[in-house]
């Protein structure tokens, strides 16, 4: 008889193992990197897939125990990973470049948006078992429409890397737009889970929150680097818990601790590893934990059908609000597909949004798993599709790049 400690290494060891050799043995780099197999190998070992097909091995691996110390270690590994992410965001570059940011940023968050709202109206309308328990139909719409509508900043510039496009003209570009859609993003959450019945909560954090980060900036200044690290993370969970207990979920609190501090106060390499080795280390528990929460209880035709519905709003907006943008700022031709392929990149952003309207009952585990199935879908047609665009457009989207910055300021 094994004891939990036994059962929760032989769920790390599937964890880290199965997802791995899928990725090197299947060499699936090109359309799908190592971060979007783990979250396909999610889905795969949960509930819907495996723990269907074979119900003891389900039943042995995830015990209530063992899911409960996996939920914990995702916590965790989440918010670092926004955490890093709040960090990362540039908001002074994009106010200095406001112009060409803002209507790009606008139109890139705002047309898959609506479209989003529109398939998740259609959803209401089809049949019930979409909408979470403690759900009102405008959260359910909004929630949806957002998910449609999120780039993943993080995903997005592991890619960007990957092509070789993260330090040209047109990748500082795209992080722009991005960071500023990952603010609106995030200010969304925070209205649909606005409460009522805690709204003097929530009032309370907002008021308290701005003063302290002031407080935090002026000491992280006077501190040294080695000292800001601990700062940071002590930080990090405070506003996580203080986020959650007014009733806006952990991940505002962790996404606000990183927005209010500048990169510039880490060593740029230490926190580039610090990226990576969250991704490495322990993200893969929370893509794992994020796959046991699937469901087909609908019938897997119908999720199928409705994440190929968001699919379609979530990548016809997005490239609709990029080519509108691209003509009004008289971008070359074929720039505006390439920005708009980019920004469809969600994997990451998109699976936490979706994971807290869960965790409040705004929507279904169904919902749930079909916006996942989206989610991947999406981030993985990114590199196979703006690899070729890149090549045909050459060179001139550097130099395209730095005179619109230049214009857009």
Not at 59 to 70: D, E, H, S
Not at 261 to 280: I, N, T, Y
């Given at each position: 008889m094994m004891n939990a400690t036994e059962i929760f290494l032989i769920a790390i060891v599937l964890i880290f193992t199965v997802p791995y050799l899928i990725w090197r043995l299947g060499r699936t780099e090109h359309f799908a990197p190592l971060?979007?197999?783990?979250?396909?190998?999610?889905?795969?070992?949960?509930?819907?897939?495996?723990?269907?097909?074979?119900?003891?091995?389900?039943?042995?691996?995830?015990?209530?125990?063992?899911?409960?110390?996996?939920?914990?270690?995702?916590?965790?590994a989440v918010m670092l990973f926004v955490w890093i992410a709040g960090i990362e965001l540039d908001l002074v570059d994009a106010w200095r470049n406001r112009g060409e940011t803002v209507?790009?940023?606008?139109?890139?968050?705002?047309?898959?948006?609506?479209?989003?709202?529109?398939?998740?109206?259609?959803?209401?309308?089809?049949?019930?078992?979409?909408?979470?328990?403690?759900?009102?139909?405008?959260?359910?719409?909004?929630?949806?429409?957002?998910?449609?509508?999120?780039?993943?900043?993080?995903?997005?510039?592991?890619?960007?890397?990957?092509?070789?496009i993260l330090r040209t003209a047109l990748g500082q570009r795209v992080l722009r737009y991005a960071s500023l859609d990952d603010v609106a993003i995030w200010g969304v959450l925070a209205l649909i889970l606005l409460d009522w019945q805690r709204i003097g909560r929530q009032a309370g954090f907002i008021l308290a929150f701005v003063p302290i980060a002031i407080a935090l900036r002026a000491l992280m200044r006077r501190i040294p680097e080695r000292d800001r690290w601990y700062a940071s993370l002590i930080w990090l969970a405070a506003c996580g818990f203080a986020a959650d207990w007014a009733g806006l979920h952990f991940m505002v609190g962790?996404?606000?601790?990183?927005?209010?501090?500048?990169?510039?106060?880490?060593?740029?390499?230490?926190?580039?590893?610090?990226?990576?080795?969250?991704?490495?280390?322990?993200?893969?528990?929370?893509f794992l934990s994020t796959g046991l929460r699937t469901n087909w209880g609908l019938g897997g035709s119908l999720v199928f059908a409705a994440a190929g519905l968001l699919l379609v709003a979530s990548v016809a907006g997005k490239l609709a609000g990029i080519h509108l943008a691209g003509r009004l700022l008289g971008w070359p031709r074929g720039e505006a597909s390439i920005i708009g392929w980019l920004l469809q990149t969600k994997a990451l952003?998109?699976?936490?949004?979706?994971?807290?309207?869960?965790?409040?009952?705004?929507?279904?585990?169904?919902?749930?798993?079909?916006?996942?199935?989206?989610?991947?879908?999406?981030?993985?047609?990114?590199?196979p599709v703006v690899t070729p665009k890149l090549a045909r457009l050459g060179g001139g989207s550097s130099a395209a790049g730095s005179n619109h910055v230049a214009n857009g300021s």
């Open positions: 971060v979007v197999v783990q979250i396909v190998t999610g889905i795969l070992l949960g509930p819907g897939v495996l723990g269907a097909a074979f119900p003891e091995y389900y039943t042995f691996v995830f015990t209530p125990t063992t899911i409960t110390a996996l939920n914990g270690i995702a916590w965790w209507l790009t940023s606008a139109l890139a968050l705002g047309v898959p948006l609506a479209l989003g709202c529109i398939a998740a109206i259609v959803l209401l309308w089809y049949r019930d078992g979409w909408m979470g328990t403690s759900g009102t139909a405008w959260q359910f719409v909004l929630g949806v429409g957002m998910a449609c509508a999120v780039t993943a900043l993080p995903i997005l510039i592991l890619l960007m890397e990957k092509i070789a962790a996404f606000l601790s990183g927005v209010v501090m500048d990169r510039a106060w880490f060593d740029g390499e230490r926190l580039d590893l610090l990226r990576h080795h969250v991704l490495l280390v322990i993200m893969p528990v929370f952003i998109m699976i936490i949004f979706a994971n807290v309207l869960l965790d409040r009952h705004i929507i279904t585990a169904e919902t749930f798993t079909a916006l996942l199935l989206m989610a991947v879908a999406s981030t993985m047609l990114t590199v």
